[in-house]
């Protein structure tokens, strides 16, 4: 197999591979583009509160305390997030595709709240086209992460191969370049009015 024959296949299969991720963020940037000018206000639903003791010392690993915190409240396993917006609290994310879980923690009264979220479709989508990472701990949640790494790689290895095969086909090189500086421009105009 010769170089030009290998750049194509892998350009090709590539694509095709990455087809679904592509797919799923050329449709979840639509909610995130047309937003409402004034959205729905968001409504969280309590679904347990109770006295729950805990030490928190001021330093102390917030993703242990985090990890206690969803145990104490029954969720299921999964990637979480967890903040100290005051001294006083401390709150728990457990996103989901499907709806968001949130746990409340009272450090002054010792008090836990969990708090569910449920869905819209735009809120789904979003949560598709924002859902991050690595530091949220659990496997899917790093699988989802790396095919992320994998997607932006990929794209770059594609735009690559592209550009090979364009140059390899000299009849269409002028139409290319028209391509080029057109898209150059554009972005150009964009970045600079903003």
Known sequence: MNGSLLIRRVHLYLGLFLLPWVIVFGVTSLPLNHIAASPPPVTWTPSLERAFPLDVPPGADLRAIGRQLIDAAGLAAGG????????????????RFFGVSRIVYRVDQQRLTVEDRSTT??????????????????????????????????????????????????????????????????????????
Do not use: K
């Not at 997030?81 to 996103?95: E, G, Y």
């Not at 735009?159 to 090979?164: D, K, N, Q, S, V």
């Open 80 to 95: 979480f997030n967890v903040s100290r917006p005051n001294p006083q609290q401390i709150v728990v994310n457990r996103p």
């Open 121 to 194: 479709p735009r809120q789904f989508l979003s949560a598709m086209h924002t859902r991050a990472g690595f530091y949220l701990g659990s496997f899917w949640n790093t699988l989802w992460a790396v095919m992320v790494d994998v997607l932006s790689v990929g794209l770059m290895v594609w735009i690559a191969t592209g550009l090979f095969m364009w140059w390899c086909l000299p009849a269409v090189r002028r139409w290319g370049w028209l391509a080029i500086a057109g898209g150059v421009a554009c972005f150009t105009v964009i970045v600079m009015s903003l």
